[in-house]
């Protein structure tokens, strides 16, 4: 799988809540760096991340990449997302936006992710 190709596949797995294809994507020793919260390191810290992200909204964005950056095993990707958020509990929609960096690891032949970090270019009033 390509760098691009995981990134689509992120963004679809995203939107559609589906938590084991975006851990499928994560390399052995992966850290998810939210904004707001504390990096979640592991697996299993990953996965608690994307249930709790996904048991208060719903998310329906699309992924521009910007740059992707190839050095051996190691690569990065900088992105942006844009698209709309609802909040589960209120049942609001709201404009939602994200820079992003991926940091990817070649593990057994497959570029995985080893390290994720957001931020938000909409921020919530």
Same mark, same amino acid.
């Given at each position: 799988?390509?760098?691009?190709?995981?990134?689509?596949?992120?963004?679809?797995? /995203?939107?559609?809540? +589906?938590?084991?294809?975006?851990?499928?994507?994560?390399?052995?020793?992966? $850290? #998810?760096?939210? !904004?707001?919260?504390?990096? /979640?390191?592991?697996? !299993?810290? @990953?996965?608690?991340?994307? &249930?709790? $992200? #996904?048991?208060?909204?719903?998310? +329906? @964005? !699309? #992924?521009?990449?910007?740059? @992707? &950056?190839?050095?051996?095993?190691?690569?990065?990707?900088?992105?942006?997302?844009?698209?709309?958020?609802?909040?589960?509990?209120?049942?609001?929609? $709201?404009? &939602?936006?994200?820079? &992003?960096?991926? $940091?990817?690891?070649?593990? +057994?032949?497959?570029?995985?992710?080893?390290?994720?970090?957001?931020?938000?270019? !909409?921020?919530?009033?």
């Amino acid at each position: 799988m390509t760098i691009l190709s995981a990134l689509k596949t992120y963004e679809t797995a /995203l939107n559609a809540n +589906d938590i084991d294809s975006i851990l499928e994507l994560y390399g052995r020793e992966p $850290v #998810f760096m939210p !904004q707001h919260a504390p990096a /979640l390191i592991g697996r !299993q810290a @990953v996965r608690a991340g994307y &249930e709790q $992200v #996904f048991a208060t909204i719903k998310l +329906d @964005v !699309q #992924f521009t990449v910007h740059e @992707v &950056e190839e050095a051996g095993d190691w690569a990065w990707a900088r992105t942006s997302s844009a698209g709309r958020t609802r909040i589960l509990a209120s049942g609001i929609e $709201v404009a &939602e936006g994200n820079n &992003e960096l991926f $940091v990817f690891h070649r593990e +057994d032949g497959a570029w995985k992710i080893h390290r994720y970090l957001f931020a938000t270019t !909409q921020p919530r009033a």
